[in-house]
């Protein structure tokens, strides 16, 4: 974060410098009128950060996000982050003084750049949508950040919900392309505008991760910029290759952005935008040019919809890091009914993830709406269900079968019964029951969710769906009804990791070959589906394998037998915090003569040996995956 002081025009208008991080709507309560440059109630982005002449470890921050606009969820608002886990539920915000504010204060490091989103509930179907203006990447990542700088000794960060400044603000952010400028100036880039008196050393933009985009931003009140006729007008501006007008300047009259004197003009079309040089690909404007730098590469999307059951009465759609994973925004069209839909779009060259929608939001929500793809295989992003795909600068043709990797669809399997199965015993059931979520029910995952049922009381639950479509069932258990509340709080879902007592991973779905992750850090259950009736093999809760299964030695201080020789009683000593367990006593040739389950919580337990005949025997006892054998004699 820069921190620079405002600087004052001769007649007093503040005019804050621009910065590479936006802190929007740090408003000043002060309204100057009758400036040469025309400009009022005008607020700088960037001057909350209060500067010491020491620097401080820890600096309080306070974020604040105005909810007046909407309807307050009875869980309240949260703001989820990376300094506190991304977890939804944690951190709650307050209105204190009931103006519709929320705000919460945390002391956080200095020298450092925060990502996070304001949620409002307690799960992440409630976030917000942060707009791609305060963003981290206009195209990809689209959580808000906070940059405290080093000799930050506090910060405050305040905007309107879903919105990158104060509510009512208009917020842009400016960004021109210089990578194919010979030279960048030492003194760096800078705009001039109508929003700033035509300044050029005043506002500076920045290049953080070097590609030779620089950026700012500005949040203006849209009345605030008045022509000399009293007038509202649009932004007008120029970017200048160093800090003063006898540096390079852009001079774009005649272009299609530019008014008659060379200048930019933005039309204000919302109150976010974003300025861009080519629409479908959001790259940024080339310096000196209305367009980009470098042309966009037409890729044009295929996608054979002939397998699904149906298609939706919203269409079909492709959202992506291209344009901002909106599923709604980017439709493909079928104009000769042949089942393949199609589109073509100029993206930059790069790397992309995507997927396809069938209809016009995520998993199936909203009327006439019936899935997304979960994608499986080669064609998958690392550690994600999207899909990924290498941009060059030459044109690219894309087609594949919907939720495949497949160029041609294969035909589905047919619909056939399947039961799945899930061991309870080392977990305390929810009182709203034990359920299955997938892609394989309509609507999918949460809101289709199944009820199992533990007829024979074994601690085994167990439903059976008839199931059509795809070959490929992702699915995971959930203990606690799933369809209300929120996870971890009303249900909890499995997450396909395996902790020890330290909290570290000891396995996943993935590396225990039962599935795939889900790219949220967790896990998804998969399974093919042969079209004949199955029942799928029992697992435990969270695990690959059963509750119980002989995997490694289990340490010694758990478990403890005596006597050693042993008559008529053997005596087993269980440490108090041991699961369920199971014991099996064998002879020499593997034959199980003896077998116990242990309950949860028994300490002490005398097993009757007078059956057994005098020899040698296996001790094993079983617990959570992992074993441990001993040889006992029996006089």
Not at 184 to 191: L, Q
Not at 310 to 319: D, E, F, K, L
């Amino acid at each position: 974060m820069f921190s620079l002081p405002l600087k004052k025009m001769a007649c007093d208008c503040i005019v804050g410098p621009l910065f590479r991080i936006l802190l929007a709507s740090c408003t000043f309560n002060t309204t100057y009128h009758n400036c040469t440059n025309r400009m009022k109630n005008f607020y700088a982005l960037t001057v909350c950060f209060l500067v010491a002449l020491s620097g401080m470890a820890q600096v309080p921050v306070t974020f604040k996000v105005d909810m007046n606009n909407e309807t307050v969820s009875a869980d309240g608002v949260h703001i989820a982050g990376g300094f506190q886990e991304w977890d939804p539920t944690a951190t709650m915000m307050s209105d204190e003084d009931m103006d519709g504010v929320y705000e919460l204060t945390v002391d956080l490091p200095a020298d450092s750049t925060y990502e996070f989103k304001f949620v409002n509930g307690m799960a992440w179907d409630f976030v917000e949508d942060v707009p791609p203006t305060c963003q981290v990447e206009v195209v990809g990542n689209d959580n808000r950040f906070l940059t405290i700088g080093s000799d930050a000794t506090e910060a405050m960060y305040h905007v309107c919900y879903g919105s990158c400044a104060a509510c009512g603000m208009t917020t842009i952010r400016l960004r021109v392309d210089m990578s194919v400028e010979s030279a960048v100036s030492p003194n760096g880039v800078h705009v001039a505008g109508n929003f700033q008196g035509w300044d050029p050393g005043a506002s500076p933009m920045a290049d953080a991760d070097g590609d030779g985009v620089w950026e700012s931003w500005v949040s203006f009140y849209p009345d605030s910029l008045l022509s000399t006729s009293g007038e509202v007008e649009s932004p007008i501006f120029k970017f200048i290759n160093g800090n003063s007008w006898s540096n390079p300047n852009e001079a774009l009259a005649g272009e299609a952005c530019a008014d008659d004197f060379g200048n930019r003009v933005l039309e204000l079309t919302g109150e976010n935008m974003v300025l861009v040089g080519d629409e479908s690909s959001m790259a940024a404007p080339c310096f000196n040019s209305c367009g980009t730098c470098l042309s966009p590469t037409q890729v044009t999307f295929r996608v054979d919809m002939t397998t699904q059951e149906t298609v939706s009465v919203n269409g079909v759609h492709i959202a992506g890091s291209f344009q901002g994973w909106t599923p709604s925004a980017n439709p493909l069209s079928d104009d000769d009914g042949d089942g393949i839909w199609e589109a073509t779009f100029g993206i930059a060259p790069g790397d992309i993830q995507f997927k396809f929608v069938n209809g016009n939001d995520w998993s199936g929500n909203g009327d006439g709406n019936v899935d997304n793809e979960l994608i499986v295989g080669d064609c998958a992003a690392e550690g994600s269900d999207n899909r990924a795909l290498t941009v060059g600068s030459e044109n690219i043709v894309y087609e594949v079968c919907y939720n495949s990797c497949e160029a041609g669809c294969v035909e589905n399997p047919d619909p056939a019964d399947v039961t799945f199965r899930v061991e309870m015993t080392d977990e305390e059931v929810s009182a709203t029951g034990v359920w299955v979520i997938g892609n394989f029910t309509n609507p999918n995952w949460q809101t289709g969710a199944l009820q199992m049922t533990d007829v024979d009381l074994d601690g085994v639950y167990e439903i059976t769906a008839t199931i059509s479509g795809s070959a490929t069932i992702l699915y995971k258990f959930t203990n606690g009804d799933p369809t209300t509340g929120d996870n971890g709080v009303d249900f909890d879902e499995e997450s396909g990791i395996l902790l020890d007592e330290e909290g570290n991973e000891i396995t996943n779905f993935e590396a225990d070959g039962c599935g795939l992750p889900n790219g949220f850090g967790a896990y998804n259950r998969i399974h093919e589906r042969s079209g004949e009736p199955e029942i799928l093999d029992v697992t435990c809760f969270n695990k690959c394998s059963t509750c119980v299964v002989s995997v490694d030695e289990i340490a010694a201080a758990q478990f403890g037998a005596y006597p050693n020789p042993f008559n008529a009683t053997l005596t087993l000593d269980i440490a108090p915090q041991v699961k369920n367990t199971q014991l099996y006593i064998s002879d020499l040739s593997g034959r199980v003569v003896l077998e116990q389950t242990i309950v949860a919580g028994t300490e002490r337990m005398v097993l009757n040996t007078e059956v057994l005949k005098a020899g040698s025997y296996m001790v094993q006892w079983l617990n959570q995956g992992v074993a441990q054998a001993r040889v006992f004699v029996k006089h």
